[in-house]
């Protein structure tokens, strides 16, 4: 497994990671979740648990079960910790409580280091056997609501470390709190290399023209990824630019003001042949794929987002692109290095039209961009990081560590 | 006639980690840095280089104090500090401290940074590891150095100089191969001016030389 790496991959990660497997051999860690499909986390766990076990590390992945009122309940807790407000009265969170206690009877929590992941898992710490415990929290918790913060760090304050992406989106919780931005597996079917072939078969597929420029974003219909925005830019552009304006998105099931808000996009998008809205079905990742590696310029135009993995989508695929400065989208876009930021309509529509103007600079940012995603964004620096969490756990209080 | 010793190529890689401290002003970023650990003034500074391009700046202060505060003058001012001219990370802080304490004095109510724009102290924990490759002579060492990656560059010729007070590129040149041409060109390379990408190229440039002038002399 982790030799499918070699070539792709910075080689000191490799090393790195065969060194920490070394040091940590057969012993055990286990990662718990929410759901075994769907979302970003199950998503990179799926590839993350065999690379451990290629490494000789004794790797579990394990998923809590909890009834509809668990689901409704955690779905709240997450809402106000982006700092929505929501009601999670005393019996919520004796239920939120309740069913990770019925799990912790069901599941062997026993481990050299458990990795928990997100807040719905979180009071399993109240049943910890042995080994360190960790929180991973993918998401953005640095304008909470205080009583639900509050509340949930009677658990998360338990652990031994915690996990953010980014530092702007931790809270301080008087535990040692590390910084692992998330990232993308170059040999999955929505990175893996594509025949020409390949694309053309989704060009035709969409009925999407490559006589033109094509310029595309790839996101769910909601408001904050400003699908609208995007065709106003477009439209900027086009007056001097010839080019072709794809929106790309999946159905978002858990999200009701999705067919909304693709509604509104359909509608302003109107009887314009050069625009495409896809609704693509789940498990379209080679499409996505195709359609990046299509593209002639990437947009991810956020007004609010979490880490932005698309970004490192498109760049990993060697395209220009321009994104919201928000979120992790700073974090992988290094203005006039690896892409540009904007923060407007206006800025999204003057940086394509330099893309499309200027294809030498296009290419150059491009190639830089992917060199950026390789060193930093790619799953064996991830798998690196919380192996090196670990070990520095083990190790603590040294702030150099030979291996 | 004494042994070479081998250059032994090693990198290192930074766990990064939040100290929980942010400051939104000026002011706030100078209280901070008058008690945040060392570690953390080490990683702003020192560690600026490991991002592997080169910004407008030399330091995450700097960088913070030019494009979230838009204060030009300082961002200069914090740009030209030099971490390697101190002994110690104390020196450093309280250079750091007297720029800033400066520039307060002249312009009492700088600009906040928005929200998100904060300036969010980190400080990481390092692995250091060797690459398991060493070079015998130049000729095997200009081969490795084209192709390592940029953590090793990184670590022999920046994280070097907070351990000996020199690269170790241009100490191996000198005391293991005495040869001094390249090991000059090496040390003046300036640290602040180059992504990590192109000190590579400079060093390949000095080394390359030094080797082709070894084998023509061969010739003779």
């Not at chain 1, 304006?245 to 314009?272: F, H, M, N, R, T």
């Not at chain 2, 560690?47 to 003058?73: C, P, V």
């Not at chain 2, 001094?180 to 060109?185: L, M, Q, R, V």
Request: include cysteine; charged fraction near 25%; hydrophobic fraction near 40%.
């Amino acid at each position: 497994m982790i030799t499918q790496y070699s070539g792709i991959a910075p080689k000191g990660d490799l090393i790195l990671l065969h060194k920490l497997g070394e040091k940590l051999n057969n012993r055990s860690f286990l990662h718990i979740n929410s759901t075994r499909a769907g979302g970003g986390v199950a998503e990179i766990l799926q590839r993350m648990i065999p690379i451990l076990k290629d490494l000789g590390i004794d790797a579990r992945w394990e998923v809590i079960e909890g009834d509809e009122k668990f689901f409704d309940v955690t779905k709240k807790i997450h809402n106000s910790l982006q700092g929505n407000f929501e009601n999670i009265t005393d019996d919520m969170w004796r239920h939120h409580y309740e069913v990770n206690r019925a799990n912790a009877g069901r599941l062997n929590l026993d481990a050299d280091a458990v990795l928990i992941h997100d807040p719905q898992p979180s009071p399993l710490i109240e049943f910890r056997k042995s080994g360190k415990w960790i929180w991973r929290c993918h998401i953005d918790v640095s304008h909470p609501l205080k009583e639900v913060w509050d509340y949930l760090l009677r658990y998360c304050g338990k652990y031994d470390a915690a996990v953010f992406s980014v530092a702007k989106f931790a809270r301080a919780m008087g535990t040692d709190e590390f910084i692992i931005p998330p990232s993308i597996d170059p040999i999955s079917e929505k990175n893996r290399e594509l025949a020409n072939e390949e694309i053309i078969e989704t060009l035709n597929k969409f009925q999407i023209p490559n006589d033109r420029p094509v310029i595309l974003q790839v996101s769910r219909f909601d408001r904050f990824k400003d699908p609208i925005g995007v065709i106003k830019a477009y439209r900027m552009v086009k007056k001097y630019n010839d080019c072709v304006l794809v929106l790309a998105g999946s159905p978002a099931s858990d999200d009701p003001e999705g067919d909304i808000v693709l509604k509104e996009v359909q509608d302003y998008a109107s009887d314009d042949a050069d625009i495409r809205i896809l609704l693509l079905p789940p498990f379209s990742d080679k499409d996505i794929n195709a359609l990046q590696r299509a593209a002639t310029v990437v947009l991810q135009k956020s007004l609010k987002e979490g880490f932005g993995l698309t970004v490192s989508e498109a760049m990993w695929k060697g395209k220009p692109v321009i994104g919201g400065a928000t979120g992790g989208i700073p974090l992988q876009i290094i203005h006039g290095v690896t892409g540009f930021l904007v923060h407007s309509e206006e800025g999204a529509a003057f940086r394509i039209r330099q893309f499309l103007n200027n294809p030498e600079m296009a290419h150059r940012m491009g190639e830089q961009g992917r060199e950026y995603v390789r060193t930093n964004f790619l799953i064996t620096r991830q798998v690196r990081d919380y192996l090196s969490v670990w070990y520095a756990m083990e190790n603590k209080g040294r702030s150099v560590l030979e291996l | 006639m004494a042994e070479i010793k081998p250059f032994e190529f090693k990198q290192c890689v930074s766990l990064l980690k939040s100290t929980g401290k942010k400051a939104k002003n000026l002011r706030e970023l100078r209280d901070i840095i008058s008690i945040v650990s060392d570690e953390s003034i080490f990683h702003h500074t020192y560690q600026y280089f490991l991002k592997g391009h080169i910004l407008e700046y030399t330091n995450d202060f700097a960088h913070w104090a030019g494009e979230s505060l838009e204060e030009r003058a300082l961002a200069e001012h914090l740009s030209n500090i030099d971490p390697y001219a101190f002994k110690n990370i104390d020196g450093l802080r309280q250079e750091l401290l007297n720029v800033i304490d400066g520039y307060l004095e002249n312009f009492p109510e700088p600009r906040e940074a928005i929200q998100g724009g904060e300036f969010y102290f980190n400080e990481t924990i390092t692995l250091t590891f060797s690459a398991g490759i060493r070079a015998k002579n130049p000729a095997e060492f200009l081969i490795a150095v084209k192709y390592m990656d940029a953590a090793a560059v990184y670590y022999h010729f920046y994280e070097a100089r907070v351990r000996l007070g020199v690269d170790d590129f241009s100490e191996w040149f000198e005391d293991s191969l005495g040869r001094k041409e390249p090991a000059g060109k090496i040390r003046a390379i300036d640290p602040f001016m180059h992504s990590i990408e192109k000190i590579r190229e400079h060093i390949i440039e000095a080394v390359e030389e030094d080797v082709r002038t070894g084998m023509e002399s061969i010739g003779q």
